[in-house]
């Protein structure tokens, strides 16, 4: 088990960007699948982005070409910058960690209950 602290968010006007960090404890950070959820109130969380071990990437249909994972192994810390943010984007952000199959390799590593290690969340507000 990892425990994920997440930083960044905030607030960004349509066409705007932010970044969200989100660092782990422990020695092992190498070794996990690192993701991004978002949830609106009163709606299922949702993948966003993962990134696997050796840096390979998979984004949600709805943020690709404007968001992006990476990670930094040597900080314990993984990114998502997002760039030209509309007011759709507008939901809480959440960092992941996992290290089974279905969150690392798996078509269904969009699906909340394949992670096993959460951030808090962050709250991303956009504005028209």
């Known amino acids: 088990q990892v425990q994920l602290a997440e930083s960044g968010g905030g607030s960004a006007q349509a066409g705007g960007s932010l970044r969200l960090s989100c660092t782990a404890s422990?020695?092992?950070?190498?070794?996990?699948?690192l993701g991004w959820f978002r949830q609106v109130l009163g709606l299922e969380r949702e993948g966003v982005a993962r990134?696997?071990?050796?840096?390979?990437?998979t984004y949600a249909d709805f943020v690709k070409g404007r968001f992006t994972i990476s990670r930094d192994n040597t900080k314990n810390t993984h990114y998502l910058q997002m760039n030209n943010l509309q007011p759709e984007d507008t939901a809480k952000y959440y960092c992941?960690?996992?290290?089974?199959?279905?969150?690392?390799?798996?078509?269904?590593?969009?699906?909340?209950?394949?992670?096993?290690?959460w951030g808090q969340g962050a709250q991303v507000t956009v504005s028209s």
């Open positions: 422990g020695n092992t950070f190498g070794r996990y699948c």
């Open positions: 990134i696997r071990v050796l840096g390979n990437t």
């Open positions: 992941a960690a996992a290290k089974n199959i279905k969150a690392c390799y798996g078509d269904s590593w969009n699906t909340p209950g394949n992670w096993n290690n």
